[in-house]
């Protein structure tokens, strides 16, 4: 089992940048795939961007693609989200997710194919 805690959410204006951290508890962290999704008020929650359990495949939203990167610090059993020229439609709270899975498994990029989640931090973009 794995908990996850995100942190560095925030309010910021359009075209600002941002980096939202997720802490995991687990010591076998480098076997889980790790997600980030993003709920906004009203809508359903979406996928943003997963990364492979050693960093080597990650995989984007249209949305997120050429402003977003995730990635991941095994060593410290950190997954990141840096996010570039945001927008007010970024305006969310944003939750990290993890699967624990054998290398070179499907990632999945749907809610349902994660087990833990974090309680998620809030990303405010102001226009």
């Known amino acids: 089992q794995v908990q996850l805690v995100e942190s560095g959410g925030g309010l910021v204006q359009a075209g600002d940048s941002l980096r939202v951290s997720c802490a995991a508890s687990?010591?076998?962290?480098?076997?889980?795939?790790m997600g980030w999704f993003r709920q906004a008020p009203g809508k359903e929650r979406e996928f943003v961007a997963a990364i492979s359990q050693r960093g080597g495949s990650t995989y984007y939203a249209d949305s997120a693609k050429g402003r977003f990167t995730i990635s991941r610090d095994n060593a410290k059993n950190t997954v990141y989200l840096q996010m570039d020229s945001l927008k007010p439609a970024d305006t969310a709270t944003y939750y990290c997710?993890?699967?624990?899975?054998?290398?070179?498994?499907?990632?999945?990029?749907?809610?349902?194919?994660?087990?833990?989640w974090g309680q998620g931090t809030q990303v405010t973009v102001s226009s």
């Open positions: 997710a993890a699967r624990w899975d054998v290398l070179g498994g499907t990632i999945p990029l749907a809610s349902g194919g994660y087990k833990y």
């Open positions: 687990s010591r076998t962290f480098s076997t889980y795939v």
